[in-house]
Nanobody, 127 residues
Framework: QLQLVESGGGLVQPGGSLRLSCAVS????????LAWFRQAPGKEREGVAC????????DYADSVKGRFNISSDSAKKMIYLQMNNLNVEDAALYYC????????????????????WGQGTQVTVSS
């Protein structure tokens, strides 16, 4: 059974950093698209970053390019999101997601591309 569990959220001041982690069980991370999404109150869920390990590709939302970095460790079955220079607009519930149906596929930032989701970890940015 595929399961994703996020951790690492918390309260951070503007300009600060956080690293989110996602523990994955039930799938091999090397061959499938993986991603991070976020959803702020009253807003739609949006794609933040994704990675296709097999292809060595990553993609980012314009709003986080240059500040966020997605990575994964296949041996540990972990997905990470390093977030730097955070601002109040980054505050949201962050989710990791996986697409086990798209072997060797290219990742995307659309919610419809991912059938498997974690429960989310809250990121609050405030002074």
């Amino acid at each position: 059974q595929l399961q994703l569990v996020e951790s690492g959220g918390g309260l951070v001041q503007p300009g600060g950093s956080l690293r989110l982690s996602c523990a994955v069980s039930g799938m091999n991370l090397e061959y499938y698209p993986l991603a991070w999404f976020r959803q702020a109150p009253g807003k739609e869920r949006e794609g933040v970053a994704c990675i296709s390990n097999w292809r060595g590709l990553t993609d980012y939302a314009d709003s986080v390019k240059g500040r966020f970095n997605i990575s994964s460790d296949s041996a540990k079955k972990m997905i990470y999101l390093q977030m730097n220079n955070l601002n109040v607009e980054d505050a949201a519930l962050y989710y990791c997601a996986a697409n086990r149906a798209l072997v060797f596929g290219v990742c995307g930032l659309r919610t419809v591309d991912y059938p498997y989701w974690g429960q989310g970890t809250q990121v609050t940015v405030s002074s």
